[in-house]
T-cell receptor, first 117, second 109 residues
């Protein structure tokens, strides 16, 4: 049973280019979360998606960032016109359910390290 | 959302027991206490979760007092491979997880 998969693992972009980060959740998981982590800091929540729906994007910057989780295929985090401040590790996680007073574990992928030159 | 407070860093030696305490004074009735571990260049990994009293698995133990305003993660007989950042999280819904800065644990030979 493969875990959460992310690709690419490393991505280098020049300022102004677009970055596309992909996340395939664990089999059977329909909830996907994206986080950003700067060096020496904790993870910062960005967005929570279910299939074809954005549930919570309160952590997503208002401009240049978008996310989707289509009916078929991986979840995509898209960053347009990247700037140096976008350099970070971006982690995707998935879970089988998101609410309720019960055991809810998020399974994390290995992350994509984005470097903006 | 309950905020957690934990030490920024801790040092210990191989073979010792390590206890990391986390404060969560405004924990809600529905909140669970969960600990994650993160190695460099990897995503966080679930360690243990509990609601009250004591929980033990093959990796760690989690002690939660009756008032639930704090919790202690206990790692028995640590090894060098336990060097990592440990995050204490408090939440009831997996859609509302907030990671703090964690505790950077360093294990020495």
């Amino acid at each position: 049973n493969a875990g959460v998969m992310q690709n690419p693992r490393h991505l280098v972009r020049r300022r102004g280019q677009e970055a596309r980060l992909r996340c395939s959740p664990m089999k059977g998981h329909s909830h996907v979360y994206w986080y950003r982590q700067l060096p020496e800091e904790g993870l910062k929540f960005m967005v929570y998606l279910q299939k074809e729906n954005i549930i919570d994007e309160s952590g997503m910057p208002k401009e240049r960032f978008s996310a989707e989780f289509p009916k078929e295929g991986p979840s995509i985090l898209r960053i347009q016109q990247v700037v140096r401040g976008d350099s970070a590790a971006y982690f995707c996680a998935s879970s089988s359910q998101a609410s309720g007073i019960s055991y809810n574990e998020q399974f994390f992928g290995p992350g994509t390290r984005l470097t903006v030159l | 959302l309950a905020k957690t407070t934990q030490p920024i860093s801790m040092d210990s030696y191989e073979g010792q027991e390590v206890n990391i305490t986390c404060s969560h004074n405004n924990i809600a009735t529905n909140d669970y206490i969960t600990w994650y571990q993160q190695f460099p260049s990897q995503g966080p990994r679930f360690i243990i979760q509990g609601y009250k009293t004591k929980v033990t698995n093959e990796v760690a133990s989690l002690f939660i007092p009756a008032d639930r305003k704090s919790s202690t993660l206990s790692l028995p007989r640590v090894s060098l491979s336990d060097t990592a950042v440990y995050y204490c999280l408090v939440y009831s819904s997996a859609s509302k997880i907030i990671f703090g800065s964690g505790t950077r644990l360093s294990i020495r030979p």
